[in-house]
């Protein structure tokens, strides 16, 4: 029999993404659970769904996301981010197969690794979140480490699809609709397709099976550091779409979660450990672009 890999949020960003993967694994089976088969706001159904499917690696890429309401709805963020992110690592500890969850660079305050400014954080650097959401992702990696020590947690940051909703799509279609738009410069990080993620967690799933126990904490983003505006110039150019792009400072575009100014990471320990090729940005993006016109975008 094949091993079966368990991949939540199958509607979303990156589980979508791995679902148009999947097809390229033949040695692996896969489900892809929705909501409907496992909803993470019923944490008591969490051992059900486990005893039922006997996953033989189980990749969590569900999350509650909204980052500006995860200020008000604490409760609701808390329990899918945090609490049945730790049910679930209990649930493959009992069945001793490895758990892997995505979580954030928003972990970060933005004052750079170590407070040393514009520093790229590394997997061991101090987290310490500004925001609730970053603070729920924060708790659901102490708990998943707490509960299993076959986790591998993998923090990745402003993730993009072509499925789902993100600031490349929206971009896209602002530079449709209007001549000129404002973008944030002041904040700095770096972009990841779903795409390269989705693969990436793949070939940790073929390298754990090959006998590597590097079990912990690791980052996965595209290669380069840029802030939110030079990132729709980037789009702006690729696309040759007519509108201006004017950068804009943080307190001119207000939101209820404070974002942290740098949340640049240092991939390189996913490399050494996983073998996994990091990407850059702005090849992953012309890419995207590029397969956009191909097919058109839901
Ligand atoms: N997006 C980013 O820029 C970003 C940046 C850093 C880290 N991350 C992390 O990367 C991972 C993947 O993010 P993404 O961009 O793919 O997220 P996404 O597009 O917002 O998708 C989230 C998925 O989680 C599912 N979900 C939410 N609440 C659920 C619940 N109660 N039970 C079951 N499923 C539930 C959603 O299901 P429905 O479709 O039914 O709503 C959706 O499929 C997450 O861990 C996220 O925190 C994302």
Redesign the pocket.
């Known amino acids: 029999m094949k091993p079966l890999v368990v991949v939540?949020?199958?509607?979303?960003?990156?589980?979508w993404e791995l679902q148009q993967l999947a097809s390229a694994f033949t040695s692996y089976d896969f489900l892809f659970a929705?909501?409907d088969m496992?909803?993470?706001?019923d944490t008591d159904m969490i051992p059900f769904f486990f005893e039922k499917n006997k996953p033989d690696y189980f990749i969590n890429?569900?999350?509650?996301?909204a980052v500006d309401k995860a200020e008000t709805e604490k409760g609701k963020a808390f329990l899918?981010n945090a609490l049945s992110v730790g049910e679930m690592a209990k649930q493959c500890a009992i069945l001793d197969i490895p758990f892997i969850t995505?979580?954030?660079?928003?972990v970060f305050n933005g004052n750079g690794a170590d407070g040393i400014d514009k520093m790229p954080y590394l997997p061991n650097s101090s987290i310490d979140p500004i925001n609730y959401y970053g603070l729920s992702?924060a708790e659901g990696e102490l708990l998943a480490k707490k509960y299993h020590a076959k986790t591998i947690i993998v923090r990745?940051?402003?993730?993009y699809s072509s499925h789902?909703n993100?600031f490349v799509k929206t971009m896209l279609r602002l530079m449709k609709e209007r001549p000129a738009i404002n973008v944030v410069v002041d904040q700095f990080g770096s972009p990841t397709y779903?795409g390269d993620l989705a693969s990436a967690l793949m070939q940790i799933v073929m390298a754990l099976e090959s006998g590597n126990t590097h079990y912990g904490t690791y980052h996965y983003s595209n290669t380069g550091i840029i802030s939110w505006y030079e990132f729709a110039v980037a789009i702006q150019q690729k696309t040759g779409l007519p509108c201006l792009v004017n950068p804009i400072p943080t307190d001119q575009y207000p939101t209820p979660a404070k974002r942290p100014v740098y949340s640049a990471m240092d991939s390189s320990t996913i490399t050494a450990d996983f073998g996994i090729k990091l990407h850059d940005w702005k090849e992953s993006l012309t890419k995207f672009i590029e397969s956009r016109l191909v097919t058109p975008i839901t």
């Open positions: 939540t949020g199958v509607n979303g960003q990156l589980g929705n909501r496992l909803d993470l706001e890429c569900a999350a509650y996301t899918i995505i979580s954030t660079d928003y992702k990745t940051s402003w993730v789902g993100n779903a």
